[in-house]
């Protein structure tokens, strides 16, 4: 599987952002979002398991719950990321990565076979 990330950028704090993460070479199971900040560990950010051909279980960090939205497009095999009211706090590169997680790695980064190149995320305050 190749991930390619896209739509990062610079925007003012309580802006929005939507990253993409196309798959392709594969079908995929589960996709995840991890970001990066300089300095600091890669954390989780949210995660999508599909449920059959249009759902899907989701998962959050709880410093995102509420501002972020994942979600999937069957057809295109994309993951979406659409990022609301975000802070400097948000400011990373983030990577999103698709595999098998179990529930107990997916927000651990284990079971993720393939990681996309990342994509920066830069908020001004």
């Known amino acids: 599987v190749q991930l390619q990330a896209s739509g990062g950028g610079l925007v003012q704090a309580g802006g929005s952002l939507r990253l993409s993460c196309a798959a392709s070479?594969?079908?995929?199971?589960?996709m995840g979002w991890f970001r990066q900040a300089p300095g600091k560990e890669r954390e989780f950010v949210s995660a999508i398991r599909w449920s059959g051909w249009s759902g899907g279980t989701t998962y959050y960090a709880d410093s995102v719950k509420g501002r972020f939205t994942i979600s999937r497009d069957y057809a295109k095999n994309t993951v979406y990321l659409q990022m609301n009211d975000l802070k400097p706090e948000d400011t990373a590169v983030y990577y999103c990565?698709?595999?098998?997680?179990?529930?107990?790695?997916?927000?651990?980064?284990?079971?993720?076979?393939?990681w996309g190149q990342g994509t920066q995320v830069t908020v001004s305050s």
């Open positions: 990565a698709s595999g098998r997680p179990i529930l107990s790695t997916i927000r651990t980064g284990g079971g993720y076979s393939a």
């Open positions: 070479g594969s079908s995929i199971h589960a």
